[in-house]
């Protein structure tokens, strides 16, 4: 029997935020075992994330040079399918928070210089932990047509005040998948 996929967030920001964590922990809720996070340098941040799967200081390309190794872009040209995983050792997410336009920050940090091939999740930016969602959703059987995603949430912090997050999320039973805590913590800035 194949062994389970693996999931790898490659740590890209300078610091581990608020926003970040919770994106990663629930991220680690959403895949369960056979999660590592690479390029995790700081001691502190290795210490938290040991909390949630496996944790390696070196990058990906490095840690699974000679494996079967996918990286998701959103420039890539493929779509991620369910045969993607059959064959492949690890999936790779990048731990990298997104700006309202994207930046190609995935391509410039990761796929350039992996030289492993990369995927796409459809036209829309996800947030880390959407992108998780559908990677597993996919690697259950389901196609990227079959997810619904909304492309933007309003947070509503009172009458006269709101947060847009120009990001896509994975809409469950008629409801986009927010990160927990993250709405109370918007809320709460
Ligand atoms: C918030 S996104 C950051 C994207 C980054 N701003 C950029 O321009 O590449 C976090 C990660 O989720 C994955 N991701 C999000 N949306 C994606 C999509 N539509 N296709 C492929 N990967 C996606 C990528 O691995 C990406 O690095």
Request: glycine letters at 8%; a positive charge.
């Amino acid at each position: 029997m194949k062994k389970r996929l693996l999931l790898v967030i490659e740590h890209c920001e300078p610091r581990l935020s608020k926003w970040l964590k919770l994106e990663y922990h629930h991220s680690g809720k959403i895949w369960g075992k056979n999660l590592v996070f690479t390029r995790v340098t700081q001691k502190k941040t290795q210490q938290v994330l040991r909390t949630l799967g496996r944790v390696e200081s070196r990058p990906a390309k490095t840690v699974f040079s000679g494996k079967k190794c996918l990286v998701l872009d959103p420039q890539a040209t493929q779509p991620f399918t369910t045969q993607d995983c059959k064959h492949a050792d690890a999936v790779i997410v990048g731990g990298l928070l997104g700006y309202e336009i994207p930046q190609g920050r995935t391509k410039q940090l990761i796929s350039d210089s992996a030289g492993f091939e990369t995927r796409h999740l459809g036209p829309t930016q996800l947030s880390i932990d959407g992108a998780v969602f559908v990677v597993k959703a996919i690697s259950e059987g389901l196609s990227l047509e079959d997810i619904e995603i909304a492309k933007e949430i309003e947070i509503v912090h009172d009458n006269i005040h709101s947060t847009i997050l120009p990001f896509g999320y994975p809409v469950i039973d008629d409801v986009p998948m927010v990160t927990p805590g993250l709405v109370e913590y918007l809320v709460k800035r």
